[in-house]
């Protein structure tokens, strides 16, 4: 670990910036930030307000749609893909409108874990059925 010298025996921007390897901008907008918003700001940045993508699925159709990917893929293929769940999706009316980017995210938050997700299957499943 490289010693960084402090800001308090007057070091410059430049000197701080070459012994952790990033720019003098670098140094220099991290001391503004902790002068205007204070340290844990400057340590750990701000949260985000608003999420980075807005939530396509309630939790009934992030349910349905996990529950699709476990159940048996059309006839024909070996798999789900993303574009297969897609379309399905909208097949179904689970949502009137998708896309895989959508259909991956969902997926990836939830991580498809086995044990839950058959349990979804298994109800949305029977439901579906007494319909």
């Not at 070091?11 to 720019?23: E, P, R, T, Y």
């Not at 999420?51 to 159940?71: H, M, N, T």
């Amino acid at each position: 670990m490289p010693t960084v010298p402090t800001g308090d025996t007057n070091c410059k921007g430049q000197d701080i910036a070459d012994a952790l390897f990033c720019s003098r901008q670098c140094v220099e907008n991290l001391r503004k930030r902790f002068v205007t918003e204070g340290f844990d700001i400057a340590l750990n940045g701000k949260k985000r307000e608003t999420p980075l993508f807005k939530k396509c699925f309630d939790g009934r159709q992030e349910a349905e749609v996990i529950a699709l990917r476990l159940s048996t893929p059309p006839e024909g293929r070996s798999g789900w893909t993303l574009r297969l769940l897609a379309d399905k999706i909208v097949e179904l009316e689970i949502a009137p409108k998708t896309s895989r980017s959508t259909v991956w995210r969902t997926l990836k938050k939830q991580d498809s874990g086995l044990h839950t997700s058959q349990q979804i299957y298994l109800v949305f499943h029977d439901e579906r059925s007494t319909m």
